[in-house]
């Protein structure tokens, strides 16, 4: 268990419509980061928080949004969704702003239909 | 980042050691060497990370050549649950750890 809590674990959902994704981090980390990995790819980076603030930006699409909250929990909003979405979507934290090693959560594994 | 490169594949006998290579010929001098695995789907875990000297830990050792154009992530008594997909990543200490650039890894089967 890396301490790392995302919900929910499995989404369906049909085209076009929105979706939250949630992350609890490990107690005591600042940092939260969001990846995507569809079907037999990559990791791909999208988003980074740190204690609240945008602080870096990968391949996100504009119809999807983050953000983290003061109690340092993070949101990832997908809108508009299309088939290409699907995937299963990562949440990472690490103690501190820099390249500290990160703990992933489970993930929550999302099929647009 | 600088780029890695690993094989696609590998397999492994149960209890014998796995070497996993990596190569970041490019790699700087600010840079460490970080492995991650990814076991079917789950989270990826932390493995080890280092900057030019050997590391070693409860799950791993880490060695990395004088050079440090290339490493070898060593797992000394492969079982069936360490089959996973496992990545090489490099990264500047001093920049966000988010854009790590995790590549597509090599995939290691533990054959009993």
């Known amino acids: 268990d890396s301490g790392v809590t995302q919900t929910p674990k499995h989404l369906i959902t049909a085209t076009g419509q929105r979706v939250t994704l949630r992350c609890s981090p490990r107690?005591?980390?600042?940092?939260v980061y969001w990846y995507q990995q569809s079907l037999d790819q990559g990791l791909q980076f999208l988003i980074q928080?740190?204690?609240?603030?945008?602080?870096a930006k990968g391949n996100i699409l504009e119809r999807f949004s983050a953000q983290q909250f003061p109690d340092l929990h993070s949101e990832l909003n997908l809108s508009s969704l299309e088939l290409g979405d699907s995937a299963l979507y990562f949440c990472?934290?690490?103690?501190?702003?820099?390249?500290?090693?990160?703990?992933f959560g489970s993930g929550t594994q999302l099929s647009v239909l | 980042d600088a780029k890695t490169t690993q094989p696609p594949s590998m397999d492994c006998a149960e209890g014998r050691a796995a070497n996993l290579p990596c190569n970041h010929s490019?790699?700087?001098?600010?840079?460490?060497v970080y492995w991650y695995r990814q076991i079917h789907s789950q989270g990826p875990q932390y493995i080890i990370h280092?900057?030019?000297n050997n590391e070693t830990n409860e799950m791993a050792s880490l060695i990395i050549t004088e050079d440090r154009k290339s490493s070898t992530l060593i797992l000394p008594h492969a079982t069936l649950r360490d089959t996973a997909v496992y990545y090489c990543?490099?990264?500047?200490?001093?920049?966000?750890?988010?854009?790590?650039?995790f590549g597509d890894g090599t995939t290691l089967t533990v054959k009993p």
């Open positions: 990472a934290s690490s103690p501190v702003g820099g390249s500290e090693k990160l703990f």
């Open positions: 490019t790699i700087s001098g600010n840079e460490y």
């Open positions: 107690s005591g980390d600042l940092s």
């Open positions: 928080y740190y204690n609240g603030e945008e602080r």
């Open positions: 280092g900057l030019k």
């Open positions: 990543i490099v990264r500047p200490m001093n920049t966000n750890a988010g854009k790590s650039t």
